[in-house]
T-cell receptor
Framework: NAGVTQTPKFQVLKTGQSMTLQCAQDMNHNSMYWYRQDPGMGLRLIYYSASEGTTDKGEVPNGYNVSRLNKREFSLRLESAAPSQTSVYFC????????????FGQGTRLTVV | KQEVTQIPAALSVPEGENLVLNCSFT??????LQWFRQDPGKGLTSLLLIQSSQREQTSGRLNASLDKSSGRSTLYIAASQPGDSATYLC????????????FGAGTRLTVKP
């Protein structure tokens, strides 16, 4: 049981390049999330998907797009990376209706130069 | 907008000491509150989840309490060990949208042998 799996673990991009972060969960959770973590600021929600086929903006959505490909997979795309998007990105999943814990991936450390 | 604050930002204690970590939130309309542990360079691991109707949860040496009316939660760690050294994060799920989980910036705990 792998839980939440993110790829890649590390990435360096040049300003203006694009990339997609992949996330998959094997817990049959309806909800999936993308967060970014910056020093001293905790985690901030970028986008979430409450069910397959739906996505919603979180606290800091600008510069990002997401796709809920199926129930298992939720990807985050940076179309034109900026240095301000240098951060650690976490994917998570949960089953809010069951009022149980959220599970997080190991994170992707992204540097934009 | 829900604001989550954790004080102190960092804490250093000798091994064996009992300690309390604090979390405060501004909007009492919460669905649940979770405490997470994060080791350096790793993802988040859920420690305890308190539903809005509950007052506390216990797991081993950990006890988390919730006082919605005052907007506070505490995480009590008994008989601390060096292996408890990590960052502890508090996260609050909104009652208006149970996919909207807001995090505090965390308390970095060091337990000295």
């Amino acid at each position: 049981n792998a839980g939440v799996t993110q790829t890649p673990k590390f990435q360096v991009l040049k300003t203006g390049q694009s990339m997609t972060l992949q996330c998959a969960q094997d817990m049959n959770h309806n909800s999936m999330y993308w967060y970014r973590q910056d020093p001293g600021m905790g985690l901030r929600l970028i986008y979430y998907s409450a069910s397959e086929g739906t996505t919603d903006k979180g606290e800091v959505p600008n510069g990002y797009n997401v796709s809920r490909l199926n129930k298992r997979e939720f990807s985050l795309r940076l179309e034109s990376a900026a240095p301000s998007q240098t951060s650690v990105y976490f994917c998570a999943s949960s089953a809010p209706r069951l009022n149980t814990e959220a599970f997080f991936g190991q994170g992707t450390r992204l540097t934009v130069v | 907008k829900q604001e989550v604050t954790q004080i102190p930002a960092a804490l250093s204690v000798p091994e064996g000491e009992n300690l309390v970590l604090n979390c405060s939130f501004t909007d009492s309309a919460i669905y649940n509150l979770q405490w997470f542990r994060q080791d350096p360079g790793k993802g988040l691991t859920s420690l305890l989840l308190i539903q809005s109707s509950q007052r506390e949860q216990t797991s081993g040496r950990l006890n988390a309490s919730l006082d919605k009316s005052s907007g506070r939660s505490t995480l009590y760690i008994a008989a601390s060990q060096p292996g408890d050294s990590a960052t502890y994060l508090c996260a609050v799920n909104s009652n208006y949208n149970n996919n909207d989980m807001r995090f505090g910036a965390g308390t970095r705990l060091t337990v000295k042998p």
